[in-house]
């Protein structure tokens, strides 16, 4: 989103295709994690991959999932941090057993929450720069 913002997409089709994409993560996300653990559990490489990435999502996201289930899933995904969203809510979703109907739309609203938090600071920081720089 800030890249297309930056590059004169006009912000409101950079939050409306970045927050759907990402909102599709899910989805797509669950799916793989269904069909490949059932395929590829018996290779050592993919079960090692696993393991890692479902420690990870737990360190980051643990107490406050497993605490606050829906909302503390909610606002993992909404920190526009690098370690959070909508991947590592999934995976931390699945970790925690979060039924999938209420794990998609905790994910869906913290994507939506952090495309507006995006949008708006990178589309108000350029209007700045752009203003600063003629001055």
């Known amino acids: 989103m800030p890249y297309a913002i930056l590059n004169n997409v006009h912000f409101i089709l950079a939050f409306l295709i970045g927050?759907?994409?990402?909102?599709?993560?899910?989805?797509?996300?669950?799916?793989?994690?269904?069909?490949?653990?059932?395929?590829?559990?018996?290779?050592?490489?993919?079960?090692?991959?696993?393991?890692?990435?479902?420690?990870?999502a737990k360190k980051i996201a643990g107490d406050n999932v497993k605490k606050h289930g829906f909302w503390g899933l909610m606002v993992f995904v909404m920190i526009p941090l690098p370690g959070t969203g909508a991947y590592m809510g999934t995976i931390a979703a699945n970790i925690f057993k979060i039924e999938r109907k209420k794990a998609f739309m905790a994910i869906s609203?913290?994507?939506?929450?952090?495309?507006?938090?995006?949008?708006?600071?990178?589309?108000?920081?350029?209007?700045?720069?752009?203003?600063?720089?003629?001055?």
């Open 109 to 135: 609203l913290g994507v939506v929450i952090s495309s507006i938090f995006m949008a708006l600071a990178t589309h108000l920081g350029h209007l700045g720069v752009t203003q600063l720089s003629f001055n």
């Open 19 to 56: 927050t759907v994409a990402n909102t599709l993560v899910f989805p797509l996300f669950m799916w793989l994690i269904d069909t490949f653990s059932q395929k590829f559990w018996p290779f050592k490489a993919y079960k090692k991959g696993v393991i890692f990435l479902s420690k990870r």
